[in-house]
């Protein structure tokens, strides 16, 4: 393979001997003595013998940037590519750099060459793209294992190009477009899950606040019934209460005979004012049997009382001339 142009690096040649040699900077001159490996002079003043001494080789210690050319190489999936690079290296060593090898430069771009079809025939194609700086990695290290023994290190390398064929080229742009197309239609049915869950949500809790507001509001309503009753129900105990200390006062029986009587008439004259059904006694023109039969009534609920009365008060004459009965006389009257 033909090794692109790489950039003028500049040194200073193979100087003569005259004796006192002054060496650059960062460059190292390899001297041989009749022939055989002497010494190697470092930068500033040296002093060698002349003809004895020959500088045979000039090694630049900086770091040399060098072109690998494309070439092609078939992945694992059997696509070839054409991949071109960059290579870095720095002489380590100038004795190694000098007799290890003809020409240090070129055998490391060869093994860069070499060692990057290998790699590539590791791969697939997508892996290629995606592991582009172990793939980079991999290479320097087969080329540090190998240079060695050359006094050569390799520091980077990188890959400038990778130029795939135009059919595969097509082919990688239509899965593109699918997977792109795929990725939509899975972000649209995700946003129409997450927007039937927030609904469905949104129902659930609209239903358990509504749920929880009529369970407060049976519980304050019945609350409120319990109180009424309990309310009432203590106005009515207080009512009898007062109701059974008048009772109990004289003439208490009359005045609860005469009452008895008022409402019963009333009673009586609200018949057919509020619907058509009329319940009435046999004989509706006789309203002293009437009141007759409301004080019978009241008696009978109040004789347990007055067999008590009687029992805690000494008996007396009764007059025959009672309330209830001037009461039931005066209405006989009225009503003939």
Not at 207 to 212: D, K, M, N, R
Request: overall charge negative; proline content about 4%.
């Amino acid at each position: 393979a033909q090794l692109a142009p790489g950039p003028c690096r500049w040194n200073s040649g193979l100087p003569m001997n005259i004796g006192v040699l002054f060496v650059p900077q960062q460059e190292a001159w390899v001297v041989e003595r009749m022939g055989k490996f002497h010494r190697i002079l470092e930068p500033g003043l040296n002093f060698l013998i002349p003809l004895l001494d020959r500088i045979r080789y000039v090694q630049s210690l900086k770091e040399i940037v060098i072109n690998v050319p494309e070439q092609s190489a078939v992945t694992l999936d059997n696509v070839t590519l054409q991949i071109d690079g960059v290579l870095y290296l720095r002489v380590m060593d100038p004795y190694k750099a000098s007799y290890g090898v003809e020409d240090p430069e070129y055998a490391v771009t060869q093994l860069a060459q070499t060692t990057m079809r290998s790699e590539l025939g590791k791969l697939s194609l997508d892996r290629v793209f995606r592991e582009r700086e172990s793939l980079n990695a991999s290479i320097v290290d087969a080329i540090n294992q190998a240079s060695d023994c050359w006094g050569i290190r390799c520091l980077r390398y990188e890959i400038k190009d990778i130029h795939v064929p135009p059919r595969v080229k097509e082919s990688m742009q239509m899965q593109v477009e699918a997977e792109r197309r795929k990725r939509a239609t899975v972000l649209e049915s995700e946003g129409t899950r997450e927007s039937a869950i927030n609904v469905a949500e949104g129902q659930k809790q609209a239903q358990i606040l509504a749920s929880e507001a009529e369970k407060a509001e049976q519980i304050n309503k019945a609350a409120g019934e319990a109180n009424a009753m309990l309310v009432k129900a203590r106005a009515k105990a207080e009512a009898i209460q007062l109701l059974a200390a008048a009772l109990a006062q004289q003439h208490g029986n009359a005045a609860a005979s005469l009452s008895v009587a008022e409402q019963y008439v009333n009673a009586f004259s609200k018949i057919a004012k509020d619907s058509n059904t009329i319940l009435l006694p046999a004989n509706t023109g006789d309203v002293t049997n009437m009141v007759a039969q409301a004080l019978g009534i009241y008696t009978t609920l109040t004789k347990p009382q007055a067999v008590k009365t009687q029992d805690e008060k000494p008996s007396a004459h009764e007059d025959s001339h009672s309330p209830a009965t001037e009461v039931l006389k005066a209405e006989q009257g009225s009503s003939s």
